[in-house]
């Protein structure tokens, strides 16, 4: 994805580099911020990060709003996978098609990034990488900030959806009932345990599950990922990253996808994440759950 061809390289993409190329014409970067706040009852609520985007953001990057312009509204579920066409429309009208080189960011909670990331690559986009550390590195390592809005071309953007990357309720109820994936939960300990609850229909966990916490995948000093070495001691005693057929899931399929990312890193790039995850499930009283 950068001159590094290793297979983080393809996946992750550092700020100096990034600040390095920012002319190339089929380079496009895409700010996803959502801002997260939390109410008296003690729910974080997502919202636009356009406001964010308008008072500062990289040179030439473009907005995506994931709340308002890339779920499927239709779905009761509040982070639903659009529909292909949607999909394409949306990237086709930032002026990316099908040679587009994507880099992705957040400002703040990281996995809104990955969860861009892992939207491309389920609708067949291979050439895209997260910016490591995001744009509080961005900024704090004194790369240039703009806020002006880049006015581009529309194109036509080709969606095709990969349906291996993207797990159902039947397939996690199959995974439940003993067909294989090890399904890994992407949240807090006290969500896993359902010490603490975010407001889904049930707390704790899908039964059977394992947690893998996407905030323990990166370094809390900065926000980088961390090193190969690293990030297979995380998931020491919890899957095999090299051999294991992995499901990851979270509250509404979006800190799951730091956990695919993070796979990726390591060389799993077919790991799939539940898009309806608890949101979902835990409304459905048949699918089981564990607390504890």
């Known amino acids: 994805m950068t001159d590094d061809q290793s297979i983080r390289g393809r996946h992750l993409v550092d700020g100096a580099w990034l600040a390095g190329h920012l002319g190339d014409p ?3 970067v895409l700010d996803c911020t959502v801002v997260m706040t939390r109410s008296d009852d003690g729910v974080w609520k997502p919202s636009s990060g356009r406001s964010a985007y308008d008072e500062g ?3 030439g990057a473009l907005f995506v709003d994931l709340l308002r312009d890339l779920h499927d509204t239709s779905s009761p579920f509040g982070h639903m996978l659009p529909a292909a066409e949607a999909f394409a429309a949306a ?3 930032l002026g990316i098609d099908a040679d587009t080189r994507i880099f992705v960011y957040a400002s703040a909670v990281p996995w809104w990034a990955t969860r861009l990331w892992w939207m491309l690559r389920a609708f067949g ?3 895209v990488a997260v910016l490591d550390g995001g744009f509080a590195k961005w900024r704090a ?6 806020a002006a809005t880049p006015v581009v071309t529309p194109t036509t953007f080709p969606a095709r959806l990969r349906g291996e990357l993207i797990a159902d309720k039947a397939r996690v109820k199959a995974a439940v009932d003993g067909a294989g994936p090890v399904l890994v ?3 807090s300990r006290q969500l896993f345990t359902g010490e603490s609850d975010l407001g889904y229909a049930r707390p704790g966990r899908i039964a059977g599950s394992v947690l893998l916490s996407a905030l323990s995948l990166v370094d809390s000093t900065d926000g980088t990922y961390l090193d190969d070495a690293g990030l297979r001691e995380r998931m020491d005693g919890v ?3 090299a051999s294991d057929d992995v499901i990851c899931y979270c509250g509404g399929g979006i800190a799951a996808t730091m956990d695919a990312f993070a796979l990726a890193l390591l060389g799993r790039d077919d790991v799939a994440v539940y898009d309806g ?10 699918m089981p759950m564990a607390i504890g």
């Not at 390592?141 to 703009?146: K, R, Y």
């Not at 995850?277 to 048949?286: H, I, P, Q, R, V």
């Open 26 to 28: 089929k380079l496009r």
């Open 57 to 59: 953001h990289i040179p």
């Open 91 to 93: 990237m086709g009208a």
């Open 125 to 127: 986009h291979e050439n």
């Open 141 to 146: 390592d004194g790369h240039p900030v703009d």
């Open 185 to 187: 939960n992407a949240l």
């Open 239 to 241: 899957l095999d990253p």
């Open 277 to 286: 995850s608890l949101d979902e499930w835990s409304a459905d009283a048949g």
